[in-house]
């Protein structure tokens, strides 16, 4: 899987980066949310805790996707702004089975 960045805007009202990025993933099925994730806060040196994966949505017949994704500065500026179900499509397996139990 390949991931190109498109566009990178500064959006300092909501004290975030937005990212437009394209998703390439020839012969592979589509990617899940938190492979995306760890590669996008790998190119980007992020925090994990920090980067939301909003949507990726894949073209038909092709190996290419389209997403959006956004970093925000502050863990508090994330919980203000970030839906429910958008934060829990970001979390990781292993923290919601800890937390159930």
């Given amino acids: 899987m390949e ?3 498109i566009k990178k805007t500064e959006n300092p009202l909501l004290d975030r980066t937005e990212i437009d990025f394209e998703c390439v993933y020839q012969g592979e099925s589509t990617p899940k949310i938190l492979d ?3 590669k996008l806060v790998a190119m980007l040196d992020a925090d994990k805790n ?3 994966i909003d949507t990726v949505k894949p073209h038909f017949g092709e190996g290419k996707a389209k997403g959006y994704a956004k970093v925000y500065m502050t863990a508090e500026s994330l919980n203000d702004v970030e839906t429910e179900h958008v934060l829990n499509k970001n979390k990781e397996a292993s923290a919601e089975k800890s937390e159930e139990e």
């Fill in 3 to 5: 991931i190109n960045i």
């Fill in 36 to 38: 995306v994730k760890s």
């Fill in 50 to 52: 920090l980067l939301v």
